[in-house]
């Protein structure tokens, strides 16, 4: 059974910096792929940033510069630095991993989600 647990979410003031980080674990789950969603209440839940086992990043254009995710292999844990928060970064965040092959830059691809992390940037 697969198992993604996320951790790191909070209150932090506009500017200031979070860390979240995502453990998956599973018997012989070993994602080629591992992404951060978020979702702000009446919005679509939308693809902020994405890693591959090799290395390859995506980002929304929304969080460019200011988030960078990192994946460490060996633990099977992705993490997102955020910096810079703005209010607008307000949002219940997911770590999710897509299933082995399909498109790790498309939503649909992702069959494992975790259970979701608040975050909230006050003005």
């Known amino acids: 059974q697969v198992q993604l647990v996320e951790s790191g979410g909070g209150l932090v003031q506009a500017g200031g910096s979070l860390r979240l980080s995502c453990a998956a674990s599973?018997?012989?789950?070993?994602?080629?792929?591992m992404g951060w969603f978020r979702q702000a209440p009446g919005k679509q839940r939308e693809l902020v940033a994405a890693?591959?086992?090799?290395?390859?990043?995506t980002y929304a254009d929304s969080v460019k510069g200011r988030f960078f995710i990192s994946r460490d292999n060996a633990k099977i844990t992705v993490y997102l630095q955020m910096n810079s928060l703005k209010p607008e970064d307000t949002a219940v965040y997911y770590c999710?991993?897509?299933?082995?092959?399909?498109?790790?830059?498309?939503?649909?691809?992702?069959?494992?989600w975790g259970q979701g992390t608040q975050v909230t940037v006050s003005s």
């Open positions: 999710a991993a897509p299933r082995y092959g399909s498109n790790w830059l498309s939503e649909g691809a992702y069959d494992y």
């Open positions: 599973g018997r012989t789950f070993s994602p080629y792929a």
């Open positions: 890693i591959t086992s090799s290395g390859m990043t």
